[in-house]
């Protein structure tokens, strides 16, 4: 059975968005405040950097780490078998 969708109302550099899924109170707020922390490093690091070219950064960041763990389960099943 489909987990149930909620509604969540996270502001994310500023900015309110609402989040439709199916992630818990808990776990959308510990994710909204990553991204926070994550926007506020990219940007201190590079401080004439434009908000919409961090997030492209954090995203890019996001997805290579998915890659990055998606592979090291790969390994680990292949290894197991």
Do not use: C, W
Not at 4 to 16: C, M, P, Q, S
Not at 25 to 54: G, P, Y
């Amino acid at each position: 059975m489909a987990e149930e969708k909620r509604r969540y109302k996270a502001v994310i550099n500023g900015k309110t968005y609402v989040i439709i899924g199916p992630g818990s109170e808990a776990h959308m707020a510990a994710v909204t405040e990553m991204l926070n922390q994550q926007l506020q490093d990219i940007q201190k690091l590079s401080s004439n950097i434009s908000t919409e070219d961090a997030a492209i950064l954090l995203a890019f960041n996001a997805i290579s780490d998915q890659i990055k763990y998606k592979e090291e389960i790969d390994d680990d099943s292949e290894n197991h078998e």
